[in-house]
Structure formats: C-alpha cells, structure tokens
C-alpha cells in the first residue's frame, strides 16, 4: 500500500461509529421503504392466521357457489364453480397485512389471476373501478388499477387445500399490495364502474385505497 493511501489511525469516536453501525443506532424504523423493508410501518408480523368479518360465515358449497362479473364490460359472465375452475390456474404467494396492525408472510395463493379474468369479461373503455359483493353482504371498492395489480387473484386455494370457509371459501379475493379488508372473502359478483362507489369499511372511516407502505388506514390519513 502506499503511503497516499494509507488511512489515518482510528480514534475513539470513529471506533464508536463503527459500533453504532454494527448496532443500528439511530435508526427508528419508521422510514418507508418498499424496496428493502418487507414489513410496512406500524405492523407486527404474526405466524397464525387471524379471522376477521362481520361475524357471519356463509355456509356456500362449490356445488352452490357462483361468480356474476357484470357492469361496464363487454363479456358479462355468471360461472358456476366448475366454470370458474376451468379459467387458466395462477399461483401466487404474497404477504397479507391487515389494517389491525397483523401481518402474515408467504401465503400460497392459487386461482384465476384479476388480469385473467379481465381478459375474459374485457372491460369497456369507461370502466374505471370495481365493486366487490360478497355472500355475507360485505362489499370493497378498488380502482381498476389497483384490481389488475400483477399478483392479485381470485383464490379459491391456500397452502395446496381449498380455502377454508372462515377465510372466505369458496373463492376469495385477494390484492396482496393492499390491506386485507379490500380482499374479499366469500366473493359472490364483481361490478365495473365508471364512477367509484365506496363499500362496507369505506364509508365507515376506513381509507378509500388502503396502501400499507403509505400507512393509509383511516379516511384523514
Ligand atoms: N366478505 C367479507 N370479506 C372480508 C371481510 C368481511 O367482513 N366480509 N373482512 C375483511 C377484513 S377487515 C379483513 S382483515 C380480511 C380478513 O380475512 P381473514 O379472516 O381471512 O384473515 O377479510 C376482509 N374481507
Ligand atoms: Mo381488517
């Protein structure tokens, strides 16, 4: 080495520097970064899987269940279970965050993908956001955009076994870059509008989009 480049001695407050780094001092944690932060701010990350609605569990078999996708469309669709099954099967595994400060790492989603299904129904130019309804009455609203993220899904299995009927069996939706209350469980019709139309927690205070790296929880955040 020569002597240009040669670094001075270590003091005591550069030694001490070193150690903070090796520690993280000063850092709160409170930055929102995407990128390198999988945990978004103010969530605590759980290892079961929490169930939460409005206290009813519709009771809806396959052989029962069916999915109406109407609205601003060309192709309106009503399938039956098997119909729906039959659309090109997707997997996903993405991490779930619930508004209620849980959040679940590495599910194992498996159904048709948003963007399949928008290539079925083909939403005419006008459709702007959608309306999820669901069998126990409960409804979400999503810009259209945010519906076509690249891994979301109708997911009718979890974990390789159908999805359970507390977590929204027989097919549920799920928009993993979003809190989880714009998943809808029990998906019984989707609705293309041209205008938005907030749904159940959205006119009950809850933010319109709901972005968990931007800690939208609440109408005035
Ligand atoms: N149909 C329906 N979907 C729903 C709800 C509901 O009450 N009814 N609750 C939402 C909320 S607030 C959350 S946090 C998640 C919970 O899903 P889980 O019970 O599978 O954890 O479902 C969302 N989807
Ligand atoms: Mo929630």
């Known amino acids: 080495m020569s002597d240009e480049n040669e670094l001075p001695a270590e003091s005591k407050l550069t030694r001490s520097k070193e150690r903070w780094a090796r520690e993280g001092r000063f850092l709160t944690g409170k930055t929102s970064r995407p990128q390198q932060q999988r945990l978004p701010p103010g969530q605590h990350l759980t290892r079961d899987w929490p169930t939460l609605d409005l206290g009813v569990t519709p009771n809806i078999?396959?052989?029962?269940?069916?999915?109406?996708?109407?609205?601003?469309?060309?192709?309106?669709?009503?399938?039956n279970f098997a119909q729906f099954a039959g659309q090109t099967q997707t997997k996903f595994t993405s991490d779930i965050h619930c508004v209620t400060t849980w959040s679940r790492y590495?599910?194992?989603?498996?159904?048709?993908?948003?963007?399949?299904?928008?290539?079925?129904?083909r939403p005419r130019g006008e459709a702007r956001f959608v309306v999820l309804n669901c069998y126990d009455g409960y409804t979400t609203n999503l810009a259209l955009e945010d519906f076509a993220?690249?891994?979301?899904?109708?997911?009718?299995?979890?974990?390789?076994?159908?999805?359970?009927?507390?977590?929204?069996?027989?097919?549920?939706l799920v928009v993993p870059h979003l809190y989880f209350w714009k998943s809808a469980k029990w998906l019984k019709a989707i609705e293309?509008?041209?205008?938005?139309?907030?749904?159940?927690?959205?006119?009950?205070?809850?933010?319109?989009?709901?972005?968990?790296?931007?800690e939208q929880r609440y109408s005035g955040d």
């Open 61 to 79: 078999s396959r052989q029962h269940w069916r999915l109406d996708i109407y609205g601003a469309v060309e192709n309106p669709i009503f399938w």
């Open 106 to 121: 590495d599910n194992q989603w498996e159904g048709l993908s948003t963007r399949d299904l928008l290539a079925a129904c």
């Open 149 to 172: 993220t690249e891994d979301a899904l109708l997911a009718h299995s979890w974990s390789g076994a159908p999805l359970e009927q507390e977590h929204g069996g027989p097919v549920r």
């Open 192 to 214: 293309f509008l041209e205008r938005d139309a907030p749904g159940y927690w959205e006119v009950r205070g809850y933010h319109n989009r709901g972005d968990p790296w931007a």
